[in-house]
């Protein structure tokens, strides 16, 4: 079974984009969580369309954690007890 993959909107000079993007790395999470710069259109597109606000921000499939705390938190649950949702 292969888990869902979770969508991390972010911008590349936006420090707590990078504290995303580098939980990410750190727990080897890059075969669970597509990167989508917002600085392109269709990215930027697709997470105003989810209702966001603010970078970073991750799409579970059900909701939108915007913000680094919010999104390392939801990671956390993903690192720590394996849960996509």
Request: aromatic share 8%; no cysteine.
């Amino acid at each position: 079974m292969t888990s869902p993959v979770l969508v991390l909107f972010h911008r590349i000079a936006d420090p707590p984009s990078a504290v995303a993007r580098r939980y990410v790395v750190d727990y080897a999470l890059e075969d669970r969580v597509r990167f989508r710069n917002v600085a392109f259109a269709e990215a930027e597109t697709a997470w105003r369309e989810l209702g966001g606000q603010l970078t970073p921000a991750l799409w579970d499939g059900v909701h939108l954690h915007q913000g680094a705390e919010a999104v390392v938190a939801r990671l956390q649950a993903v690192v720590n007890l394996g849960r996509d949702a």
